[in-house]
T-cell receptor, first 113, second 113 residues
Framework: EAQVTQNPRYLITVTGKKLTVTCSQN?????MSWYRQDPGLGLRQIYYSMNVEVTDKGDVPEGYKVSRKEKRNFPLILESPSPNQTSLYFC????????????FGEGSWLTVV | KNQVEQSPQSLIILEGKNCTLQ??????????LRWYKQDTGRGPVSLTIMTFSENTKSNGRYTATLDADTKQSSLHITASQLSDSASYICVVRPYYGNNRLAFGKGNQVVVIP
């Protein structure tokens, strides 16, 4: 079954404590990306990757890092989380970006206190 | 200013009735326009993808239309069911540039018995 898997699904953490949200896809997709979703703002892109070792900033990259060492994995790193990073995060993947379906993970609810 | 505007922001409809959601965009030129369905707390799921040359695309009871001249798209839901209660997100991919997608904030639909 085609899947984009995120972990953890739910997390409460404290300000400044580094955390990583993992994302893995089993469809051999080249394109992966991270989004955050906040009430009234819709989905906003944080970072994206066109392939292994190729990453680029989205619309709201501040406070986040990513890496793409393997095709299937695209972790999102919060080096020093702050309360304004409390949000619902989605990882997504697709076979290219042109006209192909984008598959989203189930989301990771992150609360920073 | 958001490049993708959706209306109405929210809508309540009776089960069995039809409804139409609107998406106006300023992205130009664009490569494709997508509609996604997002259940509360879940990841978005693709409904339709239309290129700039397509006028309509159906997926079961969902029919999307596109008018590239007026830069408008609509999503029509026929014979609504309780399971149609969700947020419907319009997404436009620019023809040029940096592979970033432009997301609308969504139409929140509630179907009541």
């Amino acid at each position: 079954e085609a899947q984009v898997t995120q972990n953890p699904r739910y997390l409460i953490t404290v300000t400044g404590k580094k955390l990583t949200v993992t994302c893995s896809q089993n469809m051999n997709h080249e394109y992966m990306s991270w989004y955050r979703q906040d009430p009234g703002l819709g989905l906003r892109q944080i970072y994206y990757s066109m392939n292994v070792e190729v990453t680029d900033k989205g619309d709201v990259p501040e406070g986040y890092k990513v890496s793409r060492k393997e095709k299937r994995n695209f972790p999102l790193i919060l080096e020093s989380p702050s309360p304004n990073q409390t949000s619902l995060y989605f990882c997504a993947s697709s076979s290219g970006i042109s006209g192909n379906t984008i598959y989203f993970g189930e989301g990771s609810w992150l609360t920073v206190v | 200013k958001n490049q993708v505007e959706q209306s109405p922001q929210s809508l309540i409809i009776l089960e069995g009735k039809n409804c139409t959601l609107q998406c106006n965009y300023t992205v130009s030129p664009f490569s494709n326009l997508r509609w996604y369905k997002q259940d509360t707390g879940r990841g978005p799921v693709s409904l339709t993808i239309m290129t700039f040359s397509e006028n309509t695309k159906s997926n079961g009871r969902y029919t999307a239309t596109l008018d590239a001249d007026t830069k408008q798209s609509s999503l029509h839901i026929t014979a609504s069911q309780l399971s149609d209660s969700a947020s419907y997100i319009c997404v436009v991919r620019p023809y040029y540039g940096n592979n970033r997608l432009a997301f609308g904030k969504g139409n929140q639909v509630v179907v009541i018995p």
